[in-house]
């Protein structure tokens, strides 16, 4: 066995593993005591597989998707997180890097919850993530020490973290500025956990947003023309359609275009908007009457 090779080797294991009789024709003629059945022949192909060795650990895929739908890939497939509250401890380790300790994930994740009762329930599920994880691929995703819980950088990729790595670099970029500020508005593929309301994804939200928003008017500030210089501000209001300040902008950039009416129906929809969401507009209808009279915005 020491000096076969692969293929030699999972052929000679074949050979000797199965040696249970086959099943009985009708046809086939009874054997007779003590005459030994011939050994059972698997499929070729069949067999081989289960001898062929498991990728090892180390050379496992994995990706923590938090911007748009929560994943979990291990080599490009979906791990099934059973439990609501491990995924949101997923996505909440996500947005804290260093980590977050025991009350930081149950005041979290159950919130108005007496938290003395908490501690054995926030075990159970990180238990049963970490087991689901290793069984999976072989690792611990999941480090803990000091009472703190922390996502292993040395065997994740998160999107999340790569979007904060190239708001840092557009942040202090001194050459190419225009690419670092791309990079983040392409790192960018949906909110933070979308579609869930759990109460402590606002204030990340927005920071996240102001990211976005901050590469989309730098480029703006600095487009080769006008009309480039709107369809970035516009794809800016698509990340924030609440946002007056990038509303003023846009309508400052429609009149400058010489497009008076859109500029118009752009500050009604906003007002419209801001309605149907219960916010009151009249600070906001300030600021778009501003903007349609061709004010300067500060940022």
Known sequence: MCVLDSVAAVDLLIVIAHVDPPPLEPSSPIPSPGHAAPPRQLPRQTARQQFLPRPAAADRRLELRVLGEPALLIDGEPLNVRRGAAVQVLVLLATHPDGADTRQLTDAIWPGLPRRSLSGRLYTTLSELRGSIRAACGLNLIDHADDRYRLNPSHLDVDLWRLYAAAQHAATAVTDTTSARQAV????????????????????????????????????????????????????????????????????????????????????????RLIEAGLDPVDDARAGDAGLNGAAVTS
């Open 185 to 272: 508005i392409d790192t960018y593929t949906g909110d933070l956990a979308a579609g869930r309301t759990w109460p402590w994804l606002d204030p990340i939200r927005e920071t996240i947003r102001r990211h976005i928003i901050d590469a989309y008017v730098a480029l703006a500030a600095t487009a080769s023309g006008p009309r480039h210089a709107l369809d970035l501000l516009q794809g800016a209001i698509r990340i924030d359609p609440y946002n007056a300040e990038l509303h003023t902008r846009t309508m400052n950039a429609l009149t400058a275009l010489g497009e008076h009416d859109a500029a118009a129906q752009l500050h009604e929809g906003y007002i419209r």
